[in-house]
């Protein structure tokens, strides 16, 4: 028990003076658990990720744009690669991960259960989701275990490309015809509330926040981060001139913040617990495509087994 309480002694002063928790380190089971939980998410909210974007592939309007919408898909399956990685060094494997979240078990950003129903949903996407994405995911590379820190710097580089196409998407939408800058328009109606929900419930309602900040897990909690989003978001919509759907959106002067609507939390709840707009279309295409690849899993095996005997006979030789 004494020891025990030397190993939390010297874990608390670890996270204390921001040193990096490495998998090496000894570290709570809870401290454990709730970063396997929060990595593997964030890990399948980058596979799922992939889908509705996927879906405007062939639909590009030019091959530029398709050529762009190309990299930043496979920009999501490496982020989603790393972060099994990361969760890996944890102790959990990857085909376990990977089975929750098949058997719909786990869980993904529930941003990801809305449709993608005309291009400029590609460029709303881009501008609000990525947007969110890097102001949830840049406090996360100080995060205070080391490898999702470190996977966080490369994968915060790459969405920043993403946020800037989006946006220019919609730039060159709003500047285009009157039926360009409503599609533009439509888009941000529809991908604006399902945007602040990525931040997660209230603080008040968020069960994890408080021992996640304690151990410098999450260095922002959910209101403060959505918060930074608006009154990022709000002169990025007015150069755009496109109109947030939100009556009650108005800057505060007192705060210096803007004041925003209520978000719905029941039509949150029902999306993270199944019954969004795709959440069966998603996980079935992800299973199909997880099945399609099985060949390629056998053949990486049978190779790495070749390499690894082939080896083994190079020593017993020498
Ligand atoms: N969608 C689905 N579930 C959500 C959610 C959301 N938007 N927000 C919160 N939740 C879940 C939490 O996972 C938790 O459920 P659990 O106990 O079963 O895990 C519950 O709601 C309570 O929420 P908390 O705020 O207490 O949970 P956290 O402290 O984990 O905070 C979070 C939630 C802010 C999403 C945090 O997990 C986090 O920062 N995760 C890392 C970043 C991430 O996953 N981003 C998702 C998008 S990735 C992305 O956008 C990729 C980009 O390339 C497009």
Redesign the pocket.
């Known amino acids: 028990m004494v020891q025990e309480m030397d190993l939390l002694k010297r874990f608390d002063a670890y996270i204390d003076s921001d040193q990096k928790i490495e998998a090496k380190d000894w570290m709570p089971d809870a401290y454990r658990k709730?970063l396997i939980?929060?990595?593997s998410?964030?890990a399948h909210?980058?596979i799922i990720?992939m889908l509705p974007e996927g879906n405007w592939i062939t639909r590009a309007p030019s091959l530029q744009r398709k050529a762009i919408l190309l990299a930043k898909v496979q920009?999501?399956a490496g982020?989603g690669l790393y972060l099994y990685s990361a969760a890996e060094t944890l102790g959990v494997n990857r085909e376990e991960l990977l089975d929750a979240l098949h058997k719909g078990k786990a869980?993904?950003?529930?941003?990801?259960n809305y449709p993608t129903l005309t291009w400029a949903d590609m460029g709303a996407?881009g501008w609000l989701?990525?947007g969110?994405?890097i102001m949830?995911?840049v406090p996360?590379c100080k995060c205070s275990y080391g490898p999702y820190a470190r996977a966080m710097v490369r994968?915060c580089k790459e969405?920043s490309f993403?946020q800037r196409q989006g946006f220019q998407i919609m730039l060159n939408l709003c500047n285009g015809t009157k039926e360009q800058k409503e599609m533009a328009q439509d888009a941000l109606n529809r991908w604006w509330w399902p945007s602040l929900?990525?931040?997660?419930?209230n603080d008040e309602?968020?069960?994890?926040?408080a021992q996640?900040m304690k151990w410098k897990?999450?260095r922002f909690s959910?209101d403060e981060?959505r918060q930074r989003f608006v009154d990022m978001s709000v002169p990025q919509a007015e150069l755009l001139g496109l109109t947030i759907p939100d009556e009650q959106l108005k800057w505060n002067e007192a705060t210096g913040h803007y004041d925003f609507g209520p978000i719905d939390w029941s039509e949150?709840e029902a999306?993270?617990s199944g019954n969004g707009p795709c959440n069966r279309e998603r996980l079935a295409t992800r299973v199909k495509a997880h099945e399609n690849g099985e060949w390629v899993r056998a053949a990486a095996a049978a190779h790495a087994a070749k390499v690894a005997k082939r080896k083994s006979l190079k020593t017993d030789a020498a």
Not at 197 to 201: E, L, N, Q, Y
Not at 205 to 209: F, N
């Open positions: 709730t939980r929060q990595i998410q964030h909210s980058e990720g920009d999501e982020h869980k993904y950003s529930s941003i990801f996407i989701v990525d969110a994405a949830n995911q996360l994968v969405e993403h929900m990525m931040f997660g419930p309602s968020s069960m994890h926040s996640s897990i999450k959910n981060l949150f999306v993270v």
